[in-house]
C-alpha cells in the first residue's frame, strides 16, 4: 500500500470515528489538542486502524500517544506494515 | 410525611410502536410486535420468531459518535430517555443537577457486541478483541450514558434482578425520591437480547413458544394452549419527580406512585415458586403501602409470560391475594402482544399502566382463544376495554423469583 493511501484512510477513518468532516482533518491536524483524542480514545483508535490495515500495534500503545499530528499516525502505520512485509 | 412521587414524562421504544402515541395505539388495538427473526440463521433452533423492534434508526435520536460506541439496548435506553425528557418539558439546564439521577434496569446488557467480540478471538486471536467490548457490554452502559449526556451527576444506579429489573429500577428510584436523596430520577429498563447466542440459549432453555408458522399469534398468556414466551426486545424511561418539584414547573403530572415492594422468593433459578408465597408477599406489602385495599384496585397489568407454569402460579396468588375480587378485576398482559423484553418489560408495561390510567382503557390480552380451567379469572381478552381507573397493581415476576410491584394511582391535587 502507497504511503498517500495509508494517509487517506487514516483521514477517513478519523472522520468517521469522531464524526468530524474529513476537510477539517489535515496531515497537520493535532490529535489530542485539535481533535480532542484522550488516551482511550486513542486505544479506540489504534484499534480501528488495526482492524482496516489488518496490522497489530496495540503493545505499542506506549508509542503511540507520542504522535502529535495526523501524518504521524500515518507514517507509524506505514512503518509498521513495512516492517511486517519484511 | 414522605416526599410524594409523581410520573411527568414517558419515552417508549417498543416492539409494537416507537413513542408513547406509536405504542399506546398499538396495545390498544392489540397489535403484536412479534414476527420471524431474519438477523441471524434459525434454522437450527426450534424458535424462529421474536418481538423485535423494526424501523428505528437510533440516529434519530442520538448523535453519531454516541451510536457507534454503544450497543443496541443502549440506544433503546437513550432514545427512550431523549423522549421522555422532551415529553415532560424539564428543562435541565434550569435544574441542580446533582439532585438529578437516573436508574435502569437490563438483564443482559450489551450482548450483541459483546458476541461478535468471542467469535473474533477465537477467529483471529484474543489480542484483536475490541476494546468497546467493556464499555458497551456493561449493564449501567445506559445509566451512565444518560448521565454523561446530560450531566446528571445525581444518584446513578443499574438494576439487574432478571424480568423485574425495570419495575425494581422506577422502585429504587421512587424510593431515592421519597427519602430526598434526589428529586428528579429518569427511570426505566432497556433490552436487547435478540442475538444468536443469548437468544439460542433462551430457545435450547425450552421456554420460547415455537408457533413460528404464526408469531402473531404465538404470545398467548392465560390461554390453555399457551407454549411459551416470546422473546422481545426495546426500552421505557419514566421522568419521576417529587411533587412539589412538578408543581412548582407546571409540570403535566400522569400518575402518582403510591407504593412498591419487591423480594425474593428463594426456590428455583427458571422456575416459578408455584403457590406463589413470596409473591403473593410483594403484593401485599405494595397495597399496604398505597394504603388501597385489594378491592379498591381497578386493573391489574400482570406479569402473565405465556408458559404454562408462570400464568397458572400467577392466577393461584392472584386469588390468594384478591380473593373474590379477583374474579372482578381486570387482568391483562401486553406481552401477549410485546413479548417478554426482560429487563425493559417492567419499565414499557409501567407506561402502559400509565396511559391506561390517563386514558381510562384496559390494554387487552390478545390472542386468548382456549380457557384453561386453571386460569379462570377475567384477563380482558383479546379487545381493549373502557373502565374507569383510578388504581392499577403492576407485577413483574423474573427468573431468580426475583419479584416486584408497584401500585399507581390517578393523581389527585387535593391531597397536597
Known amino acids: 500500500m502507497k504511503h498517500r493511501e495509508i494517509e487517506e484512510r487514516v483521514r477517513y477513518i ?46 505499542e500503545s506506549a508509542v503511540f500517544p507520542k504522535l502529535v499530528t495526523v501524518k504521524d499516525a500515518a507514517d507509524y502505520v506505514y512503518k509498521s506494515m513495512r516492517n511486517i512485509s519484511k | 410525611m414522605r416526599r410524594r412521587v409523581v410520573i411527568t414524562g414517558l419515552g417508549v421504544v417498543a416492539p409494537n410502536g416507537i413513542g408513547k402515541d406509536e405504542f399506546w395505539r398499538a396495545n390498544i388495538e392489540g397489535r403484536s410486535g412479534v414476527s420471524l427473526i431474519k438477523d441471524f440463521d434459525t434454522s437450527k433452533l426450534d424458535t424462529k420468531i421474536a418481538a423485535q423492534v423494526h424501523d ?33 418539558g424539564i428543562n435541565l439546564e434550569r435544574e441542580d443537577k446533582n439532585r438529578i439521577g437516573i436508574s435502569i434496569g437490563s438483564v443482559f446488557g450489551g450482548v450483541l457486541f459483546h458476541e461478535e467480540q468471542i467469535i473474533t478471538g477465537y477467529q483471529k486471536g484474543f489480542n484483536r478483541v475490541n476494546i468497546l467490548s467493556i464499555p458497551k457490554v456493561s449493564t449501567n452502559a445506559v445509566s451512565s450514558n444518560i448521565s454523561i449526556m446530560h450531566d446528571l451527576t445525581g444518584p446513578n444506579l443499574a438494576i439487574s434482578t432478571a424480568c423485574a429489573s425495570g419495575t425494581n429500577a422506577i422502585g429504587q428510584a421512587f424510593r431515592l425520591i ?80 403510591a407504593g412498591y415492594s419487591f423480594n425474593c422468593g428463594a426456590y428455583h433459578m427458571v ?39 408462570n400464568d397458572k402460579a400467577e392466577t393461584k396468588t392472584l386469588k390468594a391475594v384478591f380473593k373474590e375480587h379477583a374474579y372482578n ?13 426482560a429487563g425493559a418489560s417492567g419499565a414499557i408495561e409501567t407506561v402502559s399502566c400509565v396511559l391506561a390510567l390517563e386514558s381510562n382503557l384496559i390494554p387487552p390480552t390478545i390472542n386468548y382463544k382456549h380457557p384453561d380451567p386453571e386460569c379462570d379469572l377475567d384477563y380482558v381478552p383479546n379487545k381493549a376495554r373502557r373502565a374507569r381507573l383510578d388504581t392499577v397493581l403492576l407485577n413483574s415476576f423474573g427468573v431468580g ?3 416486584a410491584c408497584m401500585v399507581l394511582r390517578r393523581f389527585n391535587n387535593n391531597e397536597t
Open chain 2, 178 to 257: 421519597q427519602n430526598n436523596d434526589a428529586d428528579v430520577i429518569l427511570a426505566g429498563g432497556a433490552e436487547a437480547p435478540i442475538t444468536p447466542i443469548t437468544f439460542s440459549a433462551f430457545c435450547n432453555l425450552q421456554l420460547l413458544s415455537k408457533r413460528n408458522d404464526v408469531p402473531e399469534e404465538a404470545c398467548r398468556p392465560y390461554d390453555k394452549e399457551r407454549d411459551g414466551f416470546v422473546l422481545g426486545e426495546g426500552g421505557a424511561v419514566l421522568i419521576l419527580e417529587e411533587l412539589s418539584h412538578a408543581l412548582t414547573r407546571n409540570a403535566y403530572i400522569y400518575a402518582e406512585i
Open chain 2, 271 to 309: 422456575l416459578p415458586e408455584p403457590e406463589g408465597v413470596q409473591a403473593a408477599k410483594v403484593m401485599r406489602a405494595t397495597l399496604r403501602e398505597a394504603e388501597i385495599k385489594p378491592y379498591e384496585i381497578d386493573y391489574i397489568s400482570a406479569y402473565g409470560n405465556s408458559t404454562q407454569p
Open chain 2, 329 to 341: 378485576v381486570p387482568i391483562s398482559s401486553i406481552k401477549s402482544m410485546i413479548g417478554h423484553t
Open chain 1, 14 to 59: 478519523l472522520s468517521e470515528s469522531l464524526d468530524i468532516p474529513l476537510g477539517q482533518i489535515k496531515l497537520s491536524t493535532l490529535l489530542v489538542d485539535e481533535l480532542g483524542l484522550d488516551s482511550y480514545g486513542i486505544l479506540e483508535i489504534t484499534q480501528e486502524i488495526e482492524e482496516a490495515f489488518d496490522i497489530k500495534l496495540i503493545k
Open chain 2, 401 to 403: 423469583n426475583n419479584n
Open chain 2, 56 to 88: 428505528f434508526d437510533p440516529l434519530n435520536f442520538i448523535p453519531k459518535v454516541t451510536v457507534r460506541k454503544v450497543d443496541r439496548f443502549v440506544h433503546f435506553g437513550l432514545a427512550s430517555a431523549k423522549m421522555a425528557i422532551e415529553d415532560s
